[in-house]
């Protein structure tokens, strides 16, 4: 059973402080990983992915992995009212299926 | 077009009904997906088009029947469904052929089963 488990939520910071967000999986064999962005009553949206160990960055937001760890989080700097979201990291392994995990609620107080 | 459409947006069906969810993507994507989400859940998925043929189908009992008439379109036919089967439905493409987790999501179709 391949899992994807993501820190418990829900997170609340200030506007303009780092939201931290982690998530650990089970496989060893994972190969890529994603982070999307679920709005209340929308669909998901894919705002990173990360295929190598490192930090890779877009804008405010920073993806890091650390395959060793089977580790991988999600930072958003300067964080915004409009980033409140439920965020969901996503796995793939070799079979190429994708493994979502539970998701982390943020909530940025104005 | 970078967009997934899927219609309709909200549906009320009985458990006796006949109906259809429908998904159209005109980026050139190779794959087409359906996913399922119960609220404050994640996504959980039903069936992968890969190139216009089946290629995975997670064990979704038969009163979901998806057909993919081709590149562009998606659709999930639904049949004597139950109560437990309102959720969210969404559609997904990808532009690779095989199962990524780069996904383009529609907006979804939200099904109410009375």
């Known amino acids: 059973q391949k899992e994807v488990e993501q820190n418990s939520g829900p997170l609340s910071v200030p506007e303009g402080a780092i939201a931290s967000l982690n998530c650990t999986y089970s496989?060893?064999?994972?190969?890529?990983f994603f982070w999307y962005r679920q709005y209340s009553g929308k669909s998901p949206e894919l705002i990173m992915f990360?295929?190598?160990?490192g930090d890779k960055e877009d804008g405010r937001f920073t993806a890091q992995l650390n395959k060793a760890s089977q580790y991988v989080s999600l930072l958003i700097r300067d964080s915004q009212p409009s980033d409140s979201a439920t965020y969901l990291c996503?796995?793939?392994?070799?079979?190429?299926?994708?493994?979502f995990g539970a998701g982390t609620t943020v909530t940025v107080r104005a | 077009d970078t967009e997934v459409t899927q219609t309709p947006k909200h549906l009320v069906m009985g458990m006796t009904n006949k109906k259809s969810l429908k998904c159209e993507q005109h980026?050139?994507?190779?794959?087409m997906y359906w996913y399922k989400q119960k609220a404050k859940k994640p996504p959980e998925l039903m069936f992968v088009?890969?190139?216009?043929?089946?290629?995975i189908n997670e064990s979704v009992p038969s009163r979901f029947s998806p057909e993919c008439p081709n590149s562009s379109l998606l659709n999930l036919h639904l049949h004597a469904l139950q109560p437990e089967d309102s959720a969210l439905y969404l559609c997904?493409?990808?532009?690779?052929?095989?199962?990524?987790?780069?996904?383009?999501f529609g907006e979804g179709s939200r099904l109410t089963v009375l």
């Open positions: 990360i295929y190598s160990n």
């Open positions: 088009y890969s190139y216009e043929k089946l290629s």
């Open positions: 980026m050139g994507h190779r794959a």
């Open positions: 996503a796995v793939t392994s070799n079979d190429y299926k994708l493994s």
């Open positions: 496989d060893r064999g994972s190969q890529s």
């Open positions: 997904a493409s990808s532009q690779q052929g095989t199962y990524t987790g780069e996904l383009f």
